[in-house]
């Protein structure tokens, strides 16, 4: 099972970029589906979530406000739109499908996980 991610690149600080996710083969529309980072020397960390239905996104206190996570399951897709962003969000973003979340965050790890793109906010 493949999970292809894209949309990474070099931004600004301040500027945008918005990351798609779709697999290969198997859908997953049922599926909660999220994002996960990690930066150089860190360890991987979560970023959004959301549910099948659409209606109950989830976010790290880092992102929240900047970044917001949406899905197309008709396109069995999930996007990560990311505003304002900072040096710090400098990372491999993952997606990721298959776990349980709460507000406070991730409940279990994820089954089904992405190659990564990578995002670089120069400042």
């Known amino acids: 099972v493949q999970l292809q991610a894209s949309g990474g690149g070099l931004v600004q600080a301040g500027g945008s970029l918005r990351l798609s996710c779709a697999p290969s083969?198997?859908?997953?529309?049922?599926?909660?589906k999220g994002w996960f980072r990690q930066a150089p020397g860190k360890e991987r960390e979560f970023v959004a979530a959301?549910?099948?239905?659409?209606?109950?996104?989830v976010y790290a206190d880092s992102v929240k406000g900047r970044f917001t996570i949406s899905r197309d399951n008709a396109k069995n897709t999930v996007y990560l739109q990311m505003n304002s962003l900072k040096p710090e969000d400098t990372a491999v973003y993952y997606c990721?499908?298959?776990?349980?979340?709460?507000?406070?965050?991730?409940?279990?790890?994820?089954?089904?996980w992405g190659q990564g793109t990578l995002v670089t906010v120069s400042s």
């Open positions: 990721a499908t298959h776990f349980s979340y709460i507000n406070r965050g991730p409940l279990s790890t994820p089954t089904y």
């Open positions: 959301i549910s099948w239905s659409g209606d109950v996104p």
């Open positions: 083969g198997r859908t997953f529309s049922n599926y909660v």
